[in-house]
């Protein structure tokens, strides 16, 4: 049956493609009742369909490809072989969200996961990581979240302290991590500590970390608090959603092909223009995110999701390996219930102004655009590390579902009416 399916999926693969061989070239037509209709048209323009999105694959595999690990391809396009389980209790961490089957990873995550819960305990006296979603057991994109996670180097660790007993499977389903913000710009100081500081910085120092993302508002907390020693800052990126918790990207394993590593952090604390930039992308979303789409606008598109073509080779096989392949209808439609479970919020809502200290901004935001340079979009790119290549700016209600990832294309942002929003997915 999961053959079958798989096979289905393959089939409408390589049928898209004989499809697009076939089809009929529309330049040169000249007669009028050959003129493509604008409908036609826009269908000419439309990029050829590639079979079932990938994410629907590799959303719907419940076990690991039993193949030597491996992380294949980039952390935004890739899969993982040979995946492992990180267990649900540790002594100095619980897994959260069970329901949703993310808590695999290659092997070098799941030994850095247990080494940074038992220092972070030991030395910095935070009481143990509560983890969120790592990758799928086979890695790949998921049907809901990240535009990353893909190949088992990532993981999310919530900023909520672990409680002192074992959460039961309920529990992990339904407690909500907590929000770290007081307003869109600003950490709550009641519930934001020095220790969550430590926690971050303890994370950072590790050699295997390549990247660690936060809320700006976190980073403007951390570059505070930091001190004199600052260098662990400059693998502390700000993106967007990272408000309850915080995403940890470790570097490939030394030696391994295929694994695409992003570029060193640099020397740069990210506390001056970086973080300038980022707080004006910031407001700029708190008013988009308020004003009402106008009559008849329509939503930004959308990228196309990601197929099995355009992922690495291997993830075929990966995808085939054993048993556990994916469960989907022949229609490429995944099963409710694992869908129901892969939506489910780990977090409260991201803060919104109220409408008297939204209308101060945009009041404070139209003083100062003549002339209001912002720091180049170059800045963003390397902010945001590689992501996928160019998604274009949601349109306010995109933004306030905090949809999609990834920064824009460098070179598209100059004053503050064309500061680009990046794509607002959790990384
Ligand atoms: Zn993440």
Not at 43 to 49: D, H
Not at 294 to 310: N, Q, R, V
Not at 340 to 352: I, L, R, T
Request: net charge positive; with cysteine.
């Amino acid at each position: 049956m999961r053959k079958l399916a798989l096979g289905l999926a393959l089939l409408l693969i390589c049928g898209a493609v004989s499809a697009e061989q076939v089809k009929p070239a529309v330049k040169g037509v000249t007669t009028p009742a050959a003129t493509p209709s604008d409908t036609a048209k826009k269908a000419a323009r439309k990029p050829a369909p590639k079979g079932p999105p990938a994410k629907m694959l590799f959303g719907a595999v419940t076990a690991p490809a039993p193949l030597e690990a491996r992380a294949i391809g980039s952390y935004a396009k890739g899969c993982l072989a040979g995946g492992i389980s990180l267990p649900i209790n540790g002594p100095d961490w619980q897994v959260m969200r069970l329901s949703r089957n993310r808590n695999w990873g290659h092997p070098r995550l799941l030994d850095f996961l247990e080494r940074f819960a038992s220092d972070a305990r030991a030395l910095d006296g935070w009481p143990g990581l509560l983890i969120g979603d790592m990758a799928q057991p086979r890695g790949g994109p998921m049907i809901t979240g990240h535009s990353s996670h893909q190949i088992g180097l990532d993981a999310d660790v919530w900023l909520t302290p672990m409680p002192d007993r074992v959460l039961t499977r309920q529990e992990r389903e339904d407690i909500s991590a907590t929000s770290m913000l007081k307003d869109p710009f600003t950490v709550d100081p009641k519930i934001w500590t020095p220790l969550h500081t430590k926690l971050i910085k303890r994370a950072a120092s590790y050699p295997q970390v390549a990247r660690i993302f936060v809320h700006p508002a976190i980073k403007k907390a951390l570059c505070e608090q930091a001190g004199k020693d600052r260098a662990w800052l400059s693998k502390v990126r700000p993106w967007w959603g990272h408000y309850y918790h915080f995403h940890i990207r470790l570097t490939c394993p030394p030696g391994t092909e295929g694994c695409e590593n992003q570029k060193p952090a640099g020397a740069d604390d990210g506390c001056g223009a970086e973080l300038a930039t980022w707080f004006k992308m910031l407001r700029k979303a708190e008013i988009d995110a308020a004003r009402p789409a106008p009559p008849g606008a329509k939503p930004a598109p959308k990228k196309p999701p990601l197929s099995l073509g355009d992922l690495p080779r291997e993830c075929m096989t990966v995808l085939n390996s054993g048993g556990g392949g994916p469960v989907i209808a022949p229609d490429g439609t995944v099963p409710a219930a694992l869908k129901a479970a892969a939506g489910k919020d780990a977090g409260p809502p991201e803060p919104h102004l109220d409408p008297k200290a939204l209308a101060a901004l945009k009041a404070e935001m139209s003083k100062s655009k003549p002339g209001s340079k912002l720091a180049p979009a170059a800045a963003l790119t390397s902010a945001a590390d590689p992501g996928p290549a160019s998604v274009p700016a949601p349109a306010p209600q995109a933004a306030q579902a905090a949809s999609p990832a990834s920064p824009s294309p460098p070179g598209s942002a100059a004053t503050d009416q064309s500061v680009p929003l990046p794509d607002r997915k959790p990384r």
